[in-house]
């Protein structure tokens, strides 16, 4: 697979709305591309909802920032 576009995604504390704005980003058609997302530290379920998304979406790479900044 050879990847035209890179997505780069962070979030912090953002389990609201993060489910929804990464299945846009990969429900895209016509270009094969990767997304990766950047947890910063999230306290809430930010890093489980896009870990969770990882097992369902092999173009979907997921880093935490175990750092508080």
Avoid: C, H, W
């Amino acid at each position: 697979m050879n990847i035209n576009v890179t997505v780069v995604m962070a979030a912090k504390n953002e389990e609201k709305y993060l489910r929804d704005a990464l299945e846009s980003v990969l429900s895209q058609v016509g270009v094969i591309f990767e997304l990766i997302f950047v947890d910063d530290n999230s306290t809430d379920k930010t890093l489980d909802i896009a870990t969770e998304l990882a097992k369902k979406y092999n173009n979907l790479r997921v880093f935490s920032n175990p750092k508080k900044g």
